[in-house]
């Protein structure tokens, strides 16, 4: 018996579209990441992308639970002495609110090539409305 690796042509890829309306942001987003790498297909391959586009929609109305909205923070470096900045869950939900999601389903990916190849097939929109009818993306309910 031959082991089973999935090649880059021939896996087949979907549009998946979900509203995070009242969502809890690290559930959805280890579900958003699982399906991303495509570890829910049985031909999935570790070092072959797999996985399938995700749309998320309603970015602004995601929720965190505790008290995290004041203290959680998220960092960043300017790349000039002393260029730490820091935000945090409330400011950054104001500011960009689809950098809260993309945050935490980049934390939950490969730190690799493949990682960011992947991460480029995730998606968010704030609002219910986004510019992909014509890939008949399919409601996908977490």
Same mark, same amino acid.
């Given at each position: 018996?031959?082991?089973?690796? %999935?090649?880059?042509?021939?896996? $087949? @890829?979907?549009?998946?579209?979900?509203? =995070?309306?009242?969502?809890?942001?690290?559930?959805? %987003?280890?579900?958003? =990441?699982?399906?991303? @790498?495509?570890?829910?297909?049985?031909?999935?391959?570790?070092?072959?992308?797999?996985?399938?586009?995700?749309?998320?929609?309603? %970015? $602004?109305?995601?929720?965190?639970? +505790?008290?995290?909205?004041?203290?959680?923070?998220? &960092?960043?470096?300017?790349? &000039?002495?002393?260029?730490?900045?820091?935000?945090? %869950?409330?400011?950054?939900?104001?500011?960009?609110? !689809? !950098?809260?999601?993309?945050? =935490?389903?980049?934390?939950?990916?490969?730190?690799?090539?493949? +990682? @960011?190849?992947?991460?480029?097939?995730?998606?968010?929109?704030?609002? #219910?409305?986004? #510019?992909? $009818?014509?890939?008949?993306? !399919?409601?996908? $309910?977490?």
């Amino acid at each position: 018996m031959k082991t089973f690796m %999935a090649k880059k042509g021939e896996v $087949e @890829r979907k549009w998946y579209i979900v509203d =995070a309306t009242n969502k809890i942001l690290g559930r959805m %987003a280890s579900q958003i =990441a699982k399906k991303l @790498r495509g570890k829910d297909k049985p031909i999935f391959t570790p070092h072959v992308d797999t996985g399938d586009f995700v749309i998320v929609v309603n %970015a $602004e109305k995601i929720r965190l639970t +505790g008290r995290k909205w004041d203290n959680k923070i998220y &960092y960043h470096h300017s790349g &000039y002495m002393g260029g730490m900045k820091q935000i945090n %869950a409330k400011k950054l939900l104001q500011k960009k609110p !689809e !950098e809260l999601i993309r945050h =935490a389903v980049k934390g939950m990916l490969p730190k690799n090539r493949l +990682g @960011r190849k992947l991460l480029k097939k995730l998606k968010i929109y704030v609002g #219910p409305n986004h #510019p992909h $009818e014509a890939q008949k993306p !399919e409601k996908w $309910e977490i």
